[in-house]
């Protein structure tokens, strides 16, 4: 090892920690940890398992070189925590210090912005019992494969002494944390371990950890022996300006941990498109939850783009948070100084000239705020889809899904697919898309614009209640957490995927055109109209039932009204079984005549019922007919993606 290296990983020790129960010394060590930031210890959410499953708020200690203090768990990523398996994605736990972190002074590690999977060779550190002592241990490791979206494999001829879980893997090269270690291989060598981006993962609590983290290097902090993480980092043999360099990522990653956090992941995404010219990058995008994240996109492999590139995506960061009222000047003070580093001055108003985006630029003041948010047609902007295909032969009703991604200018990309042998019932849908949905989701929401969500099987199973779903186990209380109260949620025909019918474009075509719209009561009593009926209505009228989709009449109902191309309809997933409609129904069709009323386009009828529905989420109305009530919103402008689509790496 070069006398880098050796004092690289003598910081890494420092940071190292062990975690154990409050009490004393001769207690057995449950596993390691280290210091991301000022008070924040990360581990493996195994090691704390088996001693908080039962109760989450125990308190322990973490111990580690010149450091002994109590802490608790402040969050972990186990969903179901008692079950026998942790997948990587899973596997972190963030603890927390008691009292103030100023009582404790530590080191941290570096946690890099870049968002990628080690591969290639570092250093594992950890503790290990024994006797008659708890050790630390430092060992060579090396990456040789990737396991799921998170996953490191650890390849043979590597030992590691129980206790090193939970701690951090060094890699000597770009001076970093690119992972930690999640388990040894049973009876043999090797293990397994989770990149470091998982990190992510926390979400908010990810937001505050990694400002403290940002903030605390950027102090430039010196070991007892005068070495900091940037200081030994790999930096440009001949830096003439034009070299992005570590200590101009910890000066820029500190002055951005001082900003506004960025409302959605899109923003991020626009604005690191920005600098790099539109040109996109070329790894799989995770999700973007802070102005590092956007940093991290800035890349090509390990190497950082040029400096301007850097100092452009920092211009358009402070445009965007000066034009919302945000205090920018430090950030707008360093950038002028650093393009003063930078010999190529023909280039700096490159930086200094940069616009933003059409779509961040800020509302003009007299512009009143739009509150109906029109559907996006081919070229309006992006939709989520979910396909869920029925498992043939099923004895009960179950579905394999996909989940699709349309920016709405290409074709649509498969980003994630059902990996089951035998599908899942509707009642465990929402716990198997929880994670690939909502992480898509996440990624494309702007703030005050959800994307929406599209969700796509065959018409007999229309009465599945997508709108009332939601993922969020927990939330604020001013939270909307049903997706039909959060994000336009509209039914699609499976059986429509492919190309289109020119009944079904061409009533959509004289649909776009219309300013009007009225309903249409298509079943009176048990009375169907007949195949002649539906094709002869006239645009403007919306199929409106009374009944549920799945079941006669209302199943034989909407069947023509697909077959005669009809794309929009309204109906009750819960219905009535009497034979005759109760007065209930006149309600329904009064009330669902009142909110076509109110619709001035097509495309404003998926955000119109998104209004009622939020409202009867929020308890701020009693809206008895409307809660039940499903939409079909069918666009044969953008089709789905046909049945033998092959996955593809689609980036988020």
């Not at 930031?37 to 090691?47: D, I």
């Not at 704390?48 to 203090?69: E, K, N, W, Y």
């Not at 994605?89 to 080191?107: F, M, N, S, T």
């Not at 079984?577 to 009064?590: H, N």
Request: glycine share 8%.
């Amino acid at each position: 090892m070069t006398e880098r290296s050796d004092r690289l990983y003598e910081l890494a020790r420092a940071a190292t920690v062990h975690l154990l129960a409050v009490g004393d010394d001769d207690r057995p060590l449950w596993g390691s940890g280290f210091f991301v930031a000022p008070g924040w210890v990360l581990t493996a959410a195994h090691v704390l398992r088996p001693h908080l499953v039962a109760d989450t708020s125990v308190t322990f200690r973490v111990r580690g070189q010149g450091i002994d203090a109590q802490a608790h768990l402040e969050q972990w990523l186990l969903t179901e925590p008692r079950r026998p398996t942790v997948p990587p994605e899973e596997d972190l736990a963030l603890v927390r210090l008691a009292g103030d972190p100023a009582q404790h002074p530590h080191e941290c590690v570096w946690i890099p912005d870049r968002a990628v999977r080690h591969c290639g060779a570092l250093k594992a550190c950890g503790y290990y019992p024994g006797p008659p002592a708890t050790h630390f241990r430092i060992v060579d490791a090396e990456i040789n494969g990737h396991e799921d979206a998170y996953g490191l494999i650890i390849k043979p001829d590597i030992d590691f002494p129980s206790g090193m879980s939970g701690g951090p893997l060094v890699d000597p090269v770009s001076g970093a944390v690119v992972g930690l270690i999640k388990s040894r291989r049973r009876q043999q060598d090797g293990g397994k371990a989770v990149a470091i981006s998982a990190l992510r993962r926390f979400g908010a609590t990810y937001r505050a950890v990694m400002a403290a983290h940002d903030r605390w290097h950027g102090d430039e902090p010196l070991s007892p022996t005068g070495d900091n993480w940037v200081d030994l980092q790999d930096a440009p043999a001949a830096d003439s300006g034009e070299c992005w360099t570590p200590a101009d990522r910890r000066e820029a990653l500190r002055l951005l941990a001082e900003l506004p956090p960025p409302p959605d992941a899109p923003t991020v995404e626009l604005l690191a498109k920005k600098a790099r010219s539109n040109n996109l990058w070329p790894d799989t995008t995770l999700e973007l939850l802070t102005w590092r994240d956007g940093a991290g996109l800035l890349y090509e492999g390990g190497r950082p783009l040029e400096a301007l590139t850097f100092l452009r995506f920092l211009m358009c960061v402070e445009k965007y948070t000066r034009t919302r009222g945000g205090d920018c000047a430090a950030l707008t003070q360093w950038v002028e100084k650093r393009l003063r580093k930078e010999p190529r001055r023909a280039m700096h108003d490159f930086v200094r000239e940069v616009g933003l985006p059409d779509a961040l630029l800020p509302a003009p003041d007299d512009k009143a705020e739009r509150t109906v948010i029109p559907y996006p047609g081919p070229g309006e902007g992006p939709t989520v889809a979910v396909l869920l295909d029925p498992v043939i032969g099923a004895q009960s009703p179950r579905f394999f899904w996909q989940v699709w991604f349309d920016d709405g200018e290409g074709e649509p990309l498969l980003y994630e697919a059902d990996g089951s042998v035998h599908g899942f019932r509707p009642e465990d849908l929402v716990q198997a898309l929880r994670e690939p949905l909502g992480r898509l989701l996440r990624a494309k929401d702007h703030a005050d614009r959800p994307v929406p969500l599209e969700v796509a099987l065959p018409s007999e199973y229309f009465d599945m209640a997508v709108h009332r779903w939601r993922f969020d186990d927990i939330a604020e209380l001013n939270d909307t957490g049903h997706l039909g109260a959060r994000r336009r949620v509209v039914l699609r025909a499976l059986e429509r995927r492919g190309d289109p019918d020119k009944l079904w474009a061409d009533r959509w075509q004289s649909m776009t055109g219309l300013r009007r719209f009225s309903s249409w009561r298509t079943l009176v009593e048990e009375a169907v109209p007949g195949s002649r009926g539906y094709r002869n209505a006239e645009a403007h009228r919306i199929p409106v039932m009374c009944r549920p989709a799945g079941r006669d009449p209302g199943r034989t109902a909407m069947r023509l009204a697909l077959e005669n191309g009809h794309g929009v309809a309204l109906w009750h997933i819960d219905g009535h079984a009497s034979r005759t409609c109760p007065e209930t129904c006149d309600t329904l069709y009064a009330k669902a005549e009142e909110l076509l009323g109110t619709v001035g386009s097509l495309a404003e009828l998926p955000d119109r019922l998104r209004h009622v529905r939020q409202e009867i989420s929020e308890h701020r109305v009693e809206r008895p007919w409307a809660e039940p009530l499903a939409l079909m919103y069918d666009d044969p402008r953008r089709p789905l993606p046909p049945e033998d689509a092959e996955p593809l790496d689609a980036p988020l």
